[in-house]
């Protein structure tokens, strides 16, 4: 079953270390550093919401970085884009 594998602890974790190796020259104020402090609650929370079928993705966030304007996704969904592309590889 894929949220099986997308929820399995190996598959979390390597998304985690993904987001925060990606992110780590963010702003201090970015999501992703409160993701880092709570890391244990929001992983328990993350893996009940997706195998129950109950999370929900937020909208994207609009920045300009270098003069270029992105399109970026929450720190925890990218973190859960990235675990559900780990598991379909």
Request: aromatic letters at 10%; proline letters at 0%; one cysteine or more.
């Given at each position: 079953?894929?949220?099986?594998?997308?929820?399995?602890?190996?598959?979390?974790?390597?998304?985690?270390?993904w987001v925060c190796e990606r992110r780590k020259h963010?702003?201090?104020?970015?999501?992703?550093?409160?993701?880092?402090?709570?890391?244990?609650e929001k992983k328990r929370l993350i893996v009940a919401q997706l195998r129950s079928g109950t999370y929900r993705?937020?909208?994207?966030?609009?920045?300009?970085?270098?003069?270029?304007?992105?399109e970026i996704w929450a720190a925890q969904d990218a973190l859960v884009l990235k675990a559900l592309a780990i598991a379909l590889e």
């Amino acid at each position: 079953m894929l949220i099986a594998r997308v929820t399995s602890d190996e598959v979390i974790e390597r998304a985690y270390e993904w987001v925060c190796e990606r992110r780590k020259h963010y702003h201090h104020n970015s999501d992703v550093w409160q993701l880092r402090r709570w890391w244990d609650e929001k992983k328990r929370l993350i893996v009940a919401q997706l195998r129950s079928g109950t999370y929900r993705f937020r909208e994207q966030r609009r920045v300009t970085a270098r003069g270029e304007v992105k399109e970026i996704w929450a720190a925890q969904d990218a973190l859960v884009l990235k675990a559900l592309a780990i598991a379909l590889e």
